[in-house]
């Protein structure tokens, strides 16, 4: 065996040397920045779920607070139809009061005359009824005071 043979040998036996600890150099290198990025990884994903949770939260008080809007606007609508209502009552109450003040002689005249005629129908029963209640209590009134 040459020479030539021999050194050619002794460079790929050194380019052998050299792989393998430029290898385990790059291995190392990379094995750490490997596990950075797990670590990073792992922070990240709890980071993620914590944001997740705080929107989850964040999104339950909205709801919340839509359902307490729905629920106000419901009752003021409400509150508002029973406040037409009542104006509309109090429109009505107003132009009764109005009619009644414009034919309050008219109307006082009719309720004396029926009121007349009432007391000339049941006139005298009433008196008989008034009279026999009045003798009664008065005999009652003198057995307790009197007997």
């Known amino acids: 065996m040459t020479i030539e043979y021999w050194i050619a040998i002794a460079i790929l036996v050194l380019s052998l040397i050299a792989l393998i600890i430029g290898a385990g150099i790059a291995f ?11 670590n990073v990884q792992s922070e990240v994903q709890r980071e993620v779920s914590r944001y997740t949770s705080e929107a989850d939260l964040i999104n339950k008080r909205i709801k919340q607070l839509n359902d307490r809007v729905n629920a106000l606007t419901e009752e003021a609508q409400q509150k508002a139809e029973r406040f037409t209502d009542l104006s509309m009552e109090a429109n009505d109450l107003s132009n009764t009061l109005t009619v009644l003040n414009d034919n309050k002689n008219e109307l006082a005249k009719n309720v004396v005359q029926a009121s007349g005629k009432q007391v000339k129908k049941q006139g005298t029963k009433l008196l008989k009824l008034i009279g026999l209640t009045l003798k009664k209590t008065v005999k009652k009134q003198k057995a307790r005071y009197l007997g």
Do not use: E, S
Not at 28 to 38: E, G, M, S, Y
């Open 28 to 38: 190392k290198r990379i094995n750490h920045t490997l596990n950075n990025v797990r």
